[in-house]
């Protein structure tokens, strides 16, 4: 089947706004997630947006979801050298009692 | 006290061993899973299991069969290990099967498998 998409690397400068893009696969999902895994790690949830829903801001983060497009996206404002980690989109489509995750997003954040 | 735990967090072993991974959970959760993450870091689901029941099997090889005595703890057991065995796999466990809630997953640290 599809991969959900993301990019695989993103660098920025601290005190800068990170965007990491995901492109996902079934639009039956009632949930999206982003998930962060800092190193040597498991995976925490770090926000999640209902299907129903554009817009979701939860202090520093900000979700976007076109469900036409099937893209979702987070925007960490401010970004910080402890937000460094591999961030993974998620969704759980309908019936199948299972996340698929993305393919990863490694964020480099530069002093 | 650790959420999801799983041991041992490192592993190293020949091929052609047989070795387990343990978890538990100590959340009151009804749903454990198993995922595996290769060295691109991708994540994919073997299996998991709802009440000691099974519910997703993942196309993965018989050589892995996951066993839950109770629904706190799900393991892991490879027979006949092979190179391409290794991965970092990690435990999860969910309130239930995502059909309710917001269906958060919560991760254990993960076991470094390593075979040579």
């Known amino acids: 089947g599809e991969d959900v998409e993301q990019s695989l690397f993103l660098s920025v400068r601290e005190g800068d706004s990170s965007v990491i893009n995901c492109t996902y696969t079934d639009s039956s999902s009632t949930y999206l997630y982003w998930y962060k895994q800092e190193p040597g790690a498991g995976l925490q949830l770090l926000t999640y947006i209902f299907s129903n829903m554009d817009m979701k801001q939860d202090q520093r983060l900000t979700v976007l979801l076109n469900k036409k497009d099937k893209h979702l996206s987070l925007r960490i404002a401010d970004t910080q050298t402890g937000d460094s980690a591999i961030y993974f989109c998620?969704?759980?489509?309908?019936?199948?009692?299972?996340?698929?995750f993305g393919t990863g997003t490694r964020l480099k954040v530069l002093a | 006290d650790t959420a999801v735990s799983q041991t041992p967090k490192y592993l190293v072993t020949q091929m052609g061993n047989d070795k387990s991974i343990k978890c538990e959970q100590n959340?009151?959760?009804?749903?454990m899973y198993w995922y595996k993450q290769d060295s691109k870091k991708f994540l994919k689901i073997m299996f998991s299991y709802n009440n000691k029941e099974l519910i997703i099997n993942e196309t993965v090889p018989n050589r892995f069969s996951p066993k839950s005595p109770d629904k706190a703890h799900l393991n892991l057991h490879i027979n006949s290990l092979e190179l391409g065995d290794s991965a970092v796999y990690f435990c999860a466990s969910s309130q239930d099967l995502l059909a309710a809630n917001t269906g958060e997953l919560f991760f254990g640290e993960g076991s470094r498998l390593t075979v040579l």
């Open positions: 959340l009151g959760h009804d749903t």
């Open positions: 998620a969704e759980n489509p309908s019936g199948t009692y299972k996340y698929i």
